[in-house]
């Protein structure tokens, strides 16, 4: 990482601050829950790299500017406070126990007025992946502060979104998803199953698993293996393909995840880690043979192909990173020859990032329109370990008997 990237990086998250009242608190706040999870990540990895507290101060006030935002009803709902349903104090000690908004423009849609596709991506509710993202950045910050709080509130917002969003589809009582919820998820707003969802879910319960782990002591596991069958049974034999920047952002991301749980000798599946590094590589092939990269930024979309940088980063950074002890030779082969096939794509994101901080680019109305987002996912491409897993949790464990 050059300095030259951390200083722009630091520059996106200081107008980002000031942009969305954050600090100085100046403005009405601002707050969107993907984009607040990646900037939490952002502040702490600024931390890390330059030691100055402020950063860490900023990530854990965006934090707590969330909690006290996005899990309360908002400003003009006729219903108040906490949307668990929760007292003030009790809501105050578990603020993710009801999941938490997105943080749309629009009120929700309420159950009896009709659905409009076009309108219903404005308006608020829950998504599940937004949910995960959150859930990564709390552990992040466990992580970062040694601090059990941000642990539990992880585990307790994965707990909601599990519960609320997964349900048995009848005649068999297979496992199915929601893609998104009412604001106190009691009833679904889109029905179908997003396509990552389920992979997503799974990776989360593991990785706060691997959190809880470290952290807290006599912890009881069973809801987050609960959550990991679940969400294994919706991904058994399941297509991930997709040539969409964000979408494979996203898989590489997991993949990621899935190497480094695996090289801290985590139980999991290395089939399922095959399955979605080749997914990656047949979308990323499919996505460059449309020369969409090469577009004029009128068309284009930042934060979608900075999502896909970001992950990039994330499976080059965990390839060098990690060793595969507990797998078979066999697997080890396929397993490292997938990961070269995909590193061989990391140039994309390097031109990704160049292509997005120029001032030029920026001034087209598709970067001025989502200017938040785009800023600080453009900042966690610059910094590539901000969204992979702190120090504490990175060392090996004791073998658990090897790979399943």
Request: with cysteine; net charge negative; aromatic share 10%.
């Amino acid at each position: 990482m050059s300095e030259t990237n951390t200083q722009h990086a630091a520059d996106l998250m200081r107008t980002f601050a000031e942009q969305t009242g954050l600090t100085p608190a100046v403005r009405p706040p601002r707050r969107y829950l993907w984009t607040d999870a990646y900037a939490v990540c952002n502040y702490l990895e600024l931390y890390r790299q330059t030691g100055q507290l402020q950063y860490q101060q900023l990530a854990l006030e965006l934090i707590e500017h969330v909690h006290w935002g996005l899990g309360r009803f908002r400003e003009s709902d006729s219903r108040i406070g906490w949307i668990s349903g929760l007292s003030e104090a009790a809501g105050a000690m578990h603020p993710t126990a009801g999941g938490l908004r997105i943080g749309k423009k629009l009120a929700e849609r309420r159950p009896e007025e009709a659905f409009d596709a076009r309108l219903e991506w404005d308006r608020d509710g829950q998504y599940f992946h937004y949910l995960t993202k959150w859930a990564h950045a709390l552990a992040m910050a466990a992580e970062a502060t040694q601090d059990e709080n941000y642990a539990r509130w992880a585990i307790e917002l994965a707990d909601a979104a599990h519960d609320a969003f997964v349900y048995a589809a009848a005649p068999h009582g297979l496992k199915q998803m929601y893609w998104k919820m009412s604001t106190d998820l009691s009833y679904p707003l889109v029905p179908s199953m997003g396509h990552h969802d389920p992979l997503d879910g799974l990776v989360t319960a593991w990785t706060l698993r691997a959190c809880a782990e470290t952290m807290l002591a006599g912890y009881d596991f069973a809801t987050l293996d609960r959550q990991a069958l679940d969400f294994a049974e919706m991904s058994v034999a399941r297509n991930w393909d997709t040539d969409d920047a964000l979408g494979l952002g996203g898989l590489l991301f997991d993949a990621a995840r899935i190497v480094r749980l695996i090289g801290l000798g985590h139980p999991i599946d290395p089939a399922l880690l095959v399955a979605v590094l080749a997914a990656a590589i047949r979308g990323l092939t499919a996505l460059l043979s449309t020369n969409a990269l090469d577009y004029p930024a009128g068309n284009r979309l930042a934060f979608r192909e900075l999502g896909l940088a970001i992950g990039l980063h994330s499976i080059s950074i965990a390839t060098t990173s990690t060793s595969f002890d507990m797998l078979s030779p066999r697997q080890v082969s396929e397993i490292e020859y997938l990961l070269n096939r995909a590193v061989e794509f990391c140039p994309v994101a390097e031109k990704i990032e160049d292509f997005w901080l120029s001032d030029h680019n920026q001034a087209a109305a598709s970067w001025r329109e989502h200017r938040d987002i785009n800023m600080v996912m453009l900042a966690s491409g610059l910094l590539p370990n901000s969204m992979q897993r702190a120090k504490a949790a990175t060392e090996p464990r004791a073998s658990t008997g090897g790979a399943k």
